[in-house]
């Protein structure tokens, strides 16, 4: 059975539960799903939302084209990759990876490189909105995040 594959890209917010079940449904095949969901945080009260922008059609090709890294280097039965954009607010969630295998080790492992590489390819870019009323600057790329996707590249 061919695994599923989902990738969205969008404003509204998406339901984790629903996503893990939808990737699993009919399937007997899957022993472990991973489910990684990342959220806004509030930096300490300071931040009362992040603007996600992101560039329409590529970011759903690059994140496609990580998916189908993932699919090649472990034996999966499932991926689903959703990244909001637009305004989100401290708690809610920006970005999910349900990841479905035979096998824990396979799910968490592409989950993991998902993540990485999501951060680091993916064309997104971020804006913070202070609690105070300013707009901050985009946000910079993290060396911490180009380090996290260096241990793929040496595998």
């Known amino acids: 059975m061919e695994p599923r594959v989902t ?14 079940a939808l990737i699993a449904e009919g399937r007997f095949d899957i ?61 809610d969630g920006i970005v999910l990876v349900v990841t479905a295998s035979a096998h824990r080790a396979a799910a968490f492992e592409a989950a993991s490189f998902l993540m990485d590489f999501l951060k680091t390819r ?5 804006k913070e909105h202070a609690t105070d009323g300013t707009t901050g600057g985009w946000v910079d790329a993290r060396e911490a995040d180009d380090a996290a996707t260096e241990r793929w590249i040496r595998v």
């Not at 990738?7 to 893990?20: N, T």
Request: negative net charge.
């Open 7 to 20: 990738i969205r890209v969008q404003a509204e917010p998406f339901d984790a539960a629903a996503e893990s």
């Open 122 to 126: 993916a064309p997104f870019w971020k």
């Open 31 to 91: 022993g472990a799903i991973v489910t990684f969901s990342g959220l806004c945080r509030s930096e300490g009260g300071n931040l009362a939302a992040l603007e996600l922008e992101h560039y329409p059609g590529m970011a759903e090709e690059e994140i496609g084209r990580v998916a189908a890294e993932a699919l090649g280097r472990w034996p999966l039965q499932g991926v689903t990759v959703i990244h909001r954009f637009g305004k989100v607010s401290p708690g």
